[in-house]
């Protein structure tokens, strides 16, 4: 193609936009809402996972040794667990350390009586991993290995962790999927009127000699461009409106910053930038090349 | 009048290439040939029946009939708008039955059409009506921007190319139709009724334009209604009734219906 005819092309496109502008304006607005919905259920999403990943983080299993047993199968036990491929995380806790964060915490200066430490049998492990649900994985084969006493877990919170996780991003799929579906409907709406606007035009193109791709581009360059400028607006907002959200709810409630952590705006639109401006440009070109090839048998 | 000696000099140069382009047709100089050509509707009379035809380059030809006749199918089929049911169309050298689609474009473009209704694009002026037929072959702009104004010199329009249609009378819009009909140097004009909206007037300085562009060596067809210039001209006419070639006579005149 030649670069004349791509810029004929291009400025054809952007006519086709301000001709029928209520429709274009009806496409835009559509793909921004269905964009701003996808760009809120992401970050919504992206948030909890990372706090549903710090709280698990915090699920730690942690395993009690057999009486007596020597430091060097402590240490084998240790090297045997850190080679599970769900571990993230080992950290060994003597009797002596155990005892002096208990009496720390809890005895402070009353501590002095003890001469033997009474938690003599309390080294442990404490496991972190990667994955919550492969918690029960894991605690069925620390049972199974030598010299192990005990493996304390607490199921039930990993189970709903691994559970909300799901739900979240099956819920949001759908939802997705069918404002998806809508916004190809309207923008193969806009283009059809765009058509028949145009349709004059069209046949004295074909008359005279044009290809179908040349009559064609067009109408795709103006769903694409209306998918683009679909995408652009809503990221602006939920932009704006993801800083000020963040900040009021450190600031109302301080108390959660700690619980919660929070993903800096950066880092969602890391990712919800490129996939929503490729989602905004795919629909509309999707939506206008179906409806070209529809009407325009040319 | 340089500006048309050029045009004339240009465009008899545009046939020799077009003939190398295109090769011969048949042995002889002949540029649109029907053999028994029929086409039906789904439903009705057949509109072509039986229909043989032959067209010589640089000819000029009236293409009569009352509305029925079969004159604006034969036109559809030689734009290739429509498939015959039967029979043979060759145009230029394309087998207009057996042509694939992507390759109509590419036939189309050796064509120029003018319509009765002049079909200029409204919102567009002078200039970019005609440039838009060069846009469509993808034209450079710089060659564009030399075309356009001498072949709007050429049909006598040099002074209007900033005008939209709607400022312009019936007979400047069919001008400016023709000027994009010929300004990718076709080497057939299909003229479909061109005076029809136009006062007798203008009808004959439009039929003058015809046939000067038809002594620069382009292949016109004109389909018309119009007795009077049919009679006064002496061209070869082909008259249609009721969907076969009535007659067709060199240097003819306007056979009346009741006939």
């Given at each position: 193609?030649?670069?004349?005819?791509?810029?004929?092309?291009?400025?054809?496109?952007?006519?086709?936009?301000?001709?029928?502008?209520?429709?274009?304006?009806?496409?835009?607005?559509?793909?921004?809402?269905?964009?701003?919905?996808?760009?809120?259920?992401?970050?919504?999403?992206?948030?909890?996972?990372?706090?549903?990943?710090?709280?698990?983080?915090?699920?730690?299993?942690?395993?009690?040794?057999?009486?007596?047993?020597?430091?060097?199968?402590?240490?084998?036990?240790?090297?045997?667990?850190?080679?599970?491929?769900?571990?993230?995380?080992?950290?060994?806790?003597?009797?002596?350390?155990?005892?002096?964060?208990?009496?720390?915490?809890?005895?402070?200066?009353?501590?002095?009586?003890?001469?033997?430490?009474?938690l003599e049998n309390s080294a442990s492990y404490e496991i972190y991993l990667s994955d919550v649900s492969m918690q029960p994985a894991l605690v069925t084969y620390l049972e199974g290995v030598e010299g192990i006493r005990d493996v304390n877990r607490s199921e039930i919170v990993a189970a709903t962790m691994?559970?909300?996780?799901?739900?979240?991003?099956?819920?949001?799929l759908g939802i997705i999927a069918i404002l998806f579906a809508v916004s190809v409907f309207l923008i193969s709406n806009t283009v059809t009127i765009g058509i028949a606007v145009r349709k004059e035009e069209i046949t004295i193109m074909k008359y005279i000699g044009a290809t179908d791709f040349f009559v064609?581009?067009?109408?795709?360059?103006?769903?694409?461009?209306?998918?683009?400028?679909?995408?652009?607006?809503?990221?602006?907002?939920?932009?704006?409106?993801?800083?000020?959200?963040?900040?009021?709810?450190?600031?109302?409630?301080?108390?959660?910053?700690?619980?919660?952590?929070?993903?800096?705006?950066?880092?969602?639109?890391?990712?919800?930038?490129?996939?929503?401006?490729?989602?905004?440009?795919?629909?509309?070109?999707?939506?206008?090349?179906?409806?070209?090839?529809?009407?325009?048998?040319? | 009048?340089?500006?048309?000696?050029?045009?004339?000099?240009?465009?008899?140069?545009?046939?020799?290439?077009?003939?190398?382009?295109?090769?011969?047709?048949?042995?002889?100089?002949?540029?649109?040939?029907?053999?028994?050509?029929?086409?039906?509707?789904?439903?009705?009379?057949?509109?072509?029946?039986?229909?043989?035809?032959?067209?010589?380059?640089?000819?000029?030809?009236?293409?009569?009939?009352?509305?029925?006749?079969?004159?604006?199918?034969?036109?559809?089929?030689?734009?290739?708008?429509?498939?015959?049911?039967?029979?043979?169309?060759?145009?230029?050298?394309?087998?207009?039955?057996?042509?694939?689609?992507?390759?109509?474009?590419?036939?189309?473009?050796?064509?120029?059409?003018?319509?009765?209704?002049?079909?200029?694009?409204?919102?567009?002026?002078?200039?970019?009506?005609?440039?838009?037929?060069?846009?469509?072959?993808?034209?450079?702009?710089?060659?564009?921007?030399?075309?356009?104004?001498?072949?709007?010199?050429?049909?006598?329009?040099?002074?209007?190319?900033?005008?939209?249609?709607?400022?312009?009378?019936?007979?400047?819009?069919?001008?400016?139709?023709?000027?994009?009909?010929?300004?990718?140097r076709p080497s057939i004009l299909l003229a479909d009724e061109p005076t029809g909206n136009l006062d007798p007037k203008n009808s004959w300085e439009i039929m003058k334009l015809l046939e000067q562009i038809n002594e620069n060596g382009t292949t016109v067809l004109v389909v018309t209604h119009n007795r009077?210039?049919?009679?006064?001209?002496?061209?070869?006419?082909?008259?249609?009734?009721?969907?076969?070639?009535?007659?067709?006579?060199?240097?003819?005149?306007?056979?009346?219906?009741?006939?």
């Amino acid at each position: 193609m030649r670069i004349s005819t791509f810029f004929y092309t291009l400025k054809q496109g952007i006519i086709n936009i301000f001709r029928n502008k209520w429709f274009s304006l009806a496409s835009i607005a559509t793909i921004g809402a269905c964009l701003f919905l996808f760009g809120l259920f992401y970050s919504v999403l992206m948030n909890v996972q990372s706090i549903v990943k710090t709280a698990q983080e915090g699920i730690s299993v942690t395993v009690l040794f057999d009486d007596g047993i020597s430091q060097e199968r402590i240490e084998e036990i240790g090297s045997l667990i850190r080679k599970r491929p769900e571990v993230s995380d080992v950290r060994f806790t003597s009797a002596d350390e155990a005892w002096e964060s208990f009496k720390e915490e809890y005895l402070g200066e009353y501590s002095d009586g003890f001469t033997e430490n009474p938690l003599e049998n309390s080294a442990s492990y404490e496991i972190y991993l990667s994955d919550v649900s492969m918690q029960p994985a894991l605690v069925t084969y620390l049972e199974g290995v030598e010299g192990i006493r005990d493996v304390n877990r607490s199921e039930i919170v990993a189970a709903t962790m691994t559970g909300v996780n799901a739900l979240i991003a099956y819920i949001s799929l759908g939802i997705i999927a069918i404002l998806f579906a809508v916004s190809v409907f309207l923008i193969s709406n806009t283009v059809t009127i765009g058509i028949a606007v145009r349709k004059e035009e069209i046949t004295i193109m074909k008359y005279i000699g044009a290809t179908d791709f040349f009559v064609r581009s067009p109408f795709v360059i103006e769903g694409m461009m209306i998918g683009a400028i679909g995408a652009v607006i809503p990221l602006g907002i939920i932009f704006v409106v993801y800083n000020q959200v963040l900040e009021f709810i450190l600031t109302k409630f301080s108390m959660l910053t700690k619980l919660l952590s929070f993903v800096p705006v950066e880092d969602v639109f890391r990712q919800l930038l490129p996939v929503s401006v490729a989602l905004g440009v795919g629909i509309g070109f999707l939506g206008s090349i179906v409806t070209v090839r529809k009407h325009l048998r040319v | 009048m340089n500006t048309k000696i050029r045009v004339v000099e240009r465009l008899a140069k545009s046939e020799v290439r077009g003939r190398r382009r295109r090769g011969t047709q048949g042995g002889s100089d002949e540029i649109i040939t029907l053999n028994n050509v029929s086409k039906a509707y789904a439903t009705g009379a057949p509109a072509l029946n039986g229909v043989s035809l032959h067209i010589k380059k640089g000819e000029f030809v009236f293409i009569v009939g009352d509305s029925g006749s079969g004159k604006s199918t034969m036109i559809k089929l030689l734009l290739r708008e429509l498939v015959p049911t039967s029979g043979e169309i060759n145009v230029m050298g394309y087998d207009l039955v057996r042509i694939r689609h992507r390759k109509i474009p590419k036939f189309r473009r050796n064509l120029g059409i003018v319509f009765q209704d002049f079909r200029l694009l409204k919102d567009r002026n002078v200039y970019e009506n005609v440039a838009f037929a060069q846009r469509i072959i993808q034209m450079p702009n710089k060659d564009i921007k030399r075309n356009v104004p001498s072949i709007l010199a050429t049909v006598g329009l040099a002074g209007k190319y900033k005008a939209k249609p709607r400022q312009l009378s019936g007979g400047e819009q069919q001008r400016v139709a023709i000027a994009r009909a010929l300004v990718n140097r076709p080497s057939i004009l299909l003229a479909d009724e061109p005076t029809g909206n136009l006062d007798p007037k203008n009808s004959w300085e439009i039929m003058k334009l015809l046939e000067q562009i038809n002594e620069n060596g382009t292949t016109v067809l004109v389909v018309t209604h119009n007795r009077e210039i049919v009679n006064a001209m002496q061209k070869r006419v082909v008259t249609m009734k009721k969907g076969v070639i009535a007659s067709d006579e060199e240097k003819g005149g306007y056979i009346d219906d009741e006939d």
